[in-house]
């Protein structure tokens, strides 16, 4: 049996490039009736018509694949919607990466950005308003989707917005949305779509997102809760225990036994985990005061000869900060460095003891409690 399937190429999008290997890998996003897809694939440099072509081949045997995987007695002919003019836009996309990367590697090196990245193909409206309005959701979630990617945060929710109008309940609408809102540190609007999320995708990812949001607004027994679910209910149990222990640090309590417990179980688990995925941002509560300090201050304290050292580190986010774009200033909290010197002693997570040097902080300078 055969059918036809009418499959719409969104966007391309040049993520990598190699001079020296002559090869450049482009993401490329497409969809078809509730089905979307984001992938990628590498290519040689070459003529752009044929690089055209053989993004074009992959579109179309990508979707044949995965519509064959879910009939497999049935061939499908796949028609890119709007072939006549997807073709030459996607010639003149590999054109001007193609010109770009012969300059830019004639240069010796002078120039190694490529300006030509990214192509979306309904950008025009008399492209876009042609397309049903199903598919008008996948090219604003697709659109969100590649500015998370180049974590433009606020311009993605943008996207997103337009996108919750037509299907509010799509699960990675609500997953990306959550994200966004997240890194932006609007917890509060991030926690529909998270809560969305969950219920319709329930898993280790959906539920830890969702603890996560609740932990930054101080709903502690909720996210306790799913923790608590996590444990039960799924084998990855030293992620729930790994999420008591950013917990009861984000309270102020005593959160070393639980990764103790992790590490005894599987140190390399641990070390990996903090090394990528601990917070050290502090939430402000009544029970505690935190200490804020300038870089000059908390580079004396931790051993420092120059403000400079610290805050190279602290920009390459190797120790927690928080950077003012507007005055263009860096401020760090003692408890919070105290954590991170605490965790890569005891963890041993880059192989080096780390020290304070309260005595080298001035009068003023030194902690109530010190």
């Known amino acids: 049996m055969e059918e036809q399937k009418d499959v719409y190429l969104l966007s391309c999008y040049l993520k990598k490039w190699s001079y020296v290997e002559n090869k450049m890998t482009v993401n490329y996003s497409i969809c078809w009736d509730g089905h979307y897809q984001r992938r990628h694939k590498e290519f040689r440099l070459g003529n752009a018509v044929a690089l055209a072509g053989e993004l074009l081949g992959q579109v179309m045997?990508?979707?044949r694949y995965i519509l064959s995987r879910n009939?497999?007695?049935?061939y499908w002919h796949i028609n890119i919607f709007n072939y006549n003019d997807v073709k030459p836009k996607t010639i003149s996309f590999f054109s001007k990466i193609v010109k770009e990367f012969k300059n830019n590697k004639r240069s010796n090196g002078k120039s190694r950005m490529i300006m030509a990245r990214s192509l979306d193909f309904?950008?025009?409206d008399v492209d876009y308003n042609q397309l049903p309005d199903d598919i008008k959701f996948y090219v604003h979630l697709n659109r969100g989707m590649n500015k998370v990617n180049g974590e433009l945060w606020s311009n993605a929710i943008m996207d997103f917005n337009i996108a919750k109008r037509m299907n509010p309940d799509h699960v990675l609408?609500?997953?990306?949305?959550?994200?966004?809102?997240?890194?932006?540190?609007?917890?509060?609007?991030?926690?529909?779509?998270?809560?969305?999320?969950?219920?319709?995708?329930?898993?280790?990812?959906?539920?830890?997102?969702?603890?996560q949001a609740y932990i930054?607004?101080?709903?502690f027994e909720k996210a306790?809760?799913?923790?608590?679910?996590?444990?039960?209910?799924?084998?990855?149990?030293?992620?729930?225990?790994?999420?008591?222990a950013h917990l009861a640090y984000k309270q102020g309590k005593d959160y070393l036994p639980f990764l103790e417990e992790l590490f005894e179980h599987d140190p390399e688990w641990l070390q990996e985990k903090l090394k990528n995925d601990w917070e050290y941002k502090l939430l402000p509560a009544s029970n505690r005061t935190l200490t804020e300090w300038n870089a000059s201050t908390a580079a004396r304290y931790m051993g420092f000869d120059r403000p400079f050292d610290l805050t190279r580190k602290a920009f390459s986010h190797e120790i927690p900060c928080y950077f003012d774009h507007d005055k263009g200033t860096v401020r760090f909290v003692k408890e919070e460095l105290d954590c991170w010197i605490t965790l890569r002693n005891r963890f041993n997570l880059d192989g080096l003891t780390y020290e304070v040097y309260e005595d080298k902080l001035l009068p003023e300078e030194r902690p109530v409690n010190a």
């Open 61 to 63: 045997k990508d979707a």
């Open 122 to 124: 309904f950008y025009n």
């Open 71 to 74: 009939e497999p007695d049935v």
């Open 173 to 211: 609408l609500n997953k990306y949305m959550g994200l966004a809102y997240s890194k932006l540190g609007e917890f509060e609007k991030a926690l529909e779509p998270m809560e969305l999320y969950a219920q319709s995708h329930p898993g280790v990812p959906s539920l830890t997102a969702l603890a």
């Open 216 to 219: 930054h607004l101080g709903e």
């Open 224 to 244: 306790d809760q799913i923790f608590q679910e996590i444990a039960d209910n799924y084998d990855e149990k030293e992620l729930a225990l790994f999420g008591r």
